[in-house]
């Protein structure tokens, strides 16, 4: 339902722009409104706020191995620490592994996850939370639960 709103925000949306007087520029911002996050070419992870990909997107990270990201500590991300509960994947690899801590250390008495991206190609697809462990023909979701790690997410590492 939320996502039928949306469509019918966006419609109704445009709808106003048409019927409103035609100005130079307009267009403009009018693509620049729809530019979608998906025509990233190179393997992309978006950390959301919310569950399911929802609310503020909080910081992008490329899916390049070798990444590891303390978020209380000034890091080239962006994502502020505590806040990431889900993630999308814009063309990552296959085989790359995304592992969230709720340690900025790593500490694996604290909860993590572990999301192993097992097709390429994958343009949008959704981890709804850290919380769940699940594995489907996209990825597997690898959760070693302590207390909970959406909205407590500190270190972020791409292998
Ligand atoms: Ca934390
Ligand atoms: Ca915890």
Redesign the pocket.
Known sequence: MKRMSIGVGVVGALMLVGCGVEQPGEEQELSSLQAPIETMATGTIAFYEGNGGTQTLLGTISDEPGQAYNLTRSNPTGIP??EARSLVLYNVRAGAEIRVY???SGATDDDYAIITVKAAGLNGYVVQTFQQSYEDASVRVSYIRDNGLDG???RIVVN
């Open positions: 620490n505590d709720d340690s900025s407590k997410v500190s």
